[in-house]
């Protein structure tokens, strides 16, 4: 059964309050391809909430693909080549170790990206990078990560393949928040270091290294990785 329950203290929404946590329970493979999944009033017992509530989080959840209904069967977890959604969840980048995934996660990407970006550029996409650049740096003692999120996607951008950019987006607020906690009890050296290692990446795409720009980014998020894991 599911190790999580609903406390007194709901979220506003808690459909997807009970979706995410199915939705957690099965992308973890807790609840295996082909696995049944409990009754509705099995859930609505659960999580001590009507089945109207449950029923529309089993909507939400059949909506991303994860589970399908079997006639006079019930609800069973569908295969992973079998889904069309992809989720991280938000609550994840709250522990250390999650986010230590969605870097490693960032790896490939962003160092294809960084490679792509530094044969596609257009000088507007430099002045969007150098531009982040500089409010990064300014902004030591406010928000930091906001800027180094947009320069990101900046390389993204100047990719000019959309799917990179949309992947980008996508993340963006679960990077935001990853970056965040990473940073939360850093100091005025990692935030220089940090700012050193985006100079690297724009200096690479600007001048149309490849290589150099792959270098740089492997650089910076195995950098960040590093920063997490002596943290942890």
Known sequence: MLEAKLTSRLKSDAPQEIADLLSLHIRNGEFPAGARLPSEHGLAQHFDVSRPVVREAISRVKADGLVESRQGSGLYVTGLLERQSFKVHTELSKDSSAVIKLFELRMPIEIMAARLAATR??????????MFHTEMERSEDGDPERFDLQFHLA???????????????????????????????????????????????????????????????????NGALRRMNADK
């Open 121 to 130: 550029r257009l000088d507007e996409d430099i002045a969007q990078m150098e």
């Open 155 to 221: 390389i993204a951008n100047a990719t000019r393949n959309q799917y990179f950019t949309e992947l980008m987006a996508y993340l963006g607020g679960i990077i935001y928040a990853g970056i965040r906690f990473a940073r939360s009890s850093s100091g005025p050296k990692v935030h220089r270091k940090t700012i050193l290692e985006h100079g690297r990446i724009l200096s690479a795409i600007k001048d149309r290294q490849p290589d150099a720009a792959e270098k740089a980014m492997r650089a910076h998020i």
